[in-house]
């Protein structure tokens, strides 16, 4: 089965994002790098920040940035830090509760990675982000800009949820999420996922020990079955989410790798062309522009439009912009301008754009042609429903990529 995903170092060196390439080569080409770095990673059995794990990570970092790349840290463990500080004998459920340990956990972690970089000569700078920062894109382009200020002042950016304040509706879910929107965000070369489990593998190791690693993924989607969705005792992600993660990066045009955090010199050894972990390959043709990044993996929809089948190949295959008359469905209260989601009869998504009317305006005349739309409403502004341009295929597995409730 490993050989049907891609199990071949000839392939390997052959194909990648942008060309022949071995790891090694792919990292020496990285300019930019999210790192995201789990709470398993960073705690002890006790829920406790390993003080020794995050000096040794730390200075791994300071080695990629070093070479002259920009290197984002995505820390988790501000809600294991406080669990650990307050005593508690594990991770509680209800939100208020998980609110108050991220309080009393994000000092205690923003600290120990501040004292880790000290020697390196890297001041650190905590970035605290709802999942609504992505859905506004004043607010979006404000994100990026202060991250390439704190890039030219010679700082490490360490992002983290802002758990203290997400509510259900506009969290994340999980860091493995906000790591690939970032990567999207700042338009990584790759995203580094540091978990407890050395990639994906073929079952699941702690029960089949016989279970093989995937070393190489080609193509993203021929591996999604194999997603687990187990949580560690104090972390909110498994491996599904790490794959959905992984999926919503590589389809903006980021490669993932995904390795163990907990291996000794882990990132050092991602730097050597060693083979551990797991490398996903970027979707080739999918060097998208920043503002279509945004548009297809980053903002929330606001509704969904469900196409008939004419319509749904018009838009997949021919490359047409979405008319009223393929609008099957209208779901979802929205204004002129939003992002909405287009999918098939089956609920799968398939796409996503900037709706030219409203969801009370486009349910009035969905599924008419120009000159009935006109004996209905008069003369309207715009032909389209979704404009070509302002569209992005974002292949759709049936769910929603970006944000999940907890």
Request: proline residues 3%.
């Given at each position: 089965m490993a050989q049907e995903y891609g199990d071949n170092r000839a392939e390997e060196q052959a194909v990648d994002h942008g060309g022949a390439m071995s790891r090694r080569g792919l990292l020496d080409r990285a300019r930019v790098v999210v790192v995201k770095v789990g709470t398993q990673v960073l705690a002890d059995d006790a829920g406790k920040l390993s003080a020794g794990r995050i000096a040794a990570l730390a200075a791994q970092i300071a080695r990629l940035a070093g070479q002259g790349r920009r290197v984002i840290l995505v820390s988790s463990g501000a809600i294991g830090a406080g669990v650990g500080r307050l005593g508690l004998s594990g991770r509680p459920t209800e939100l208020p509760a998980l609110q108050a340990c991220a309080a009393v956990g994000q000092p205690?972690?923003?600290?120990a990675w501040e004292e880790a970089f000290t020697p390196h000569g890297m001041p650190t700078?905590?970035?605290?982000l709802t999942a609504s920062d992505f859905d506004h894109r004043a607010r979006y382009l404000n994100m990026r800009n202060t991250l390439t200020s704190l890039f030219e002042l010679g700082c490490v950016p360490i992002i983290n949820e802002?758990?203290?304040?997400?509510?259900?509706?506009?969290?994340?879910?999980?860091?493995?999420?906000?790591?690939?929107?970032?990567?999207?965000?700042?338009?990584?070369?790759?995203?580094?996922?540091l978990s407890g489990v050395d990639g994906?593998?073929?079952?699941?190791?702690?029960?089949?020990?016989?279970a093989r690693r995937v070393d190489w993924v080609p193509d993203i989607d021929a591996v999604m079955g194999l997603a687990q969705s187990t949580k560690s005792r104090l972390g909110t992600g498994g491996m599904r989410s790490k794959l959905k993660a992984a999926r919503l990066a590589v389809l903006s045009g980021t490669a993932v790798w995904l390795a163990d955090g907990g291996m000794d010199q882990?990132?050092?050894r991602l730097r050597a062309g060693d083979t551990v972990g797991t490398l996903f390959a970027a979707r080739r043709g999918t060097a998208l522009p920043a503002w279509k990044r945004w548009l297809g993996f980053s903002a929330r929809p606001q509704g969904s439009l469900v196409?008939?089948?004419?319509?749904?190949?018009?838009v997949l295959d021919l490359g047409k912009s979405l008319l009223p008359i393929g609008v099957a469905e209208v779901q979802g209260h929205f204004g002129k301008g939003s992002v909405v989601s287009l999918r098939d009869r089956q609920g799968a998504e398939f796409a996503r754009g900037l709706c030219n009317f409203g969801s009370t305006e486009l349910e009035k005349i969905r599924g008419l042609r120009?000159?009935?739309?006109q004996r209905v409403v008069g003369v309207v502004a715009y032909d389209e429903a979704v404009h070509r341009d302002n569209?992005?295929?974002?292949?759709g597995d049936g769910e929603p990529p970006v944000v999940e409730s907890p």
């Open positions: 205690f972690l923003m600290t700078a905590q970035v605290l802002n758990d203290t304040t997400s509510v259900a509706e506009i969290r994340f879910g999980d860091n493995d999420t906000l790591a690939a929107l970032v990567a999207g965000l700042v338009q990584a070369d790759l995203l580094v996922l994906l593998f073929e079952g699941d190791p702690r029960l089949d020990p016989q882990v990132l050092d196409l008939d089948d004419g319509a749904r190949k018009a120009t000159e009935q739309i569209l992005v295929l974002t292949g």
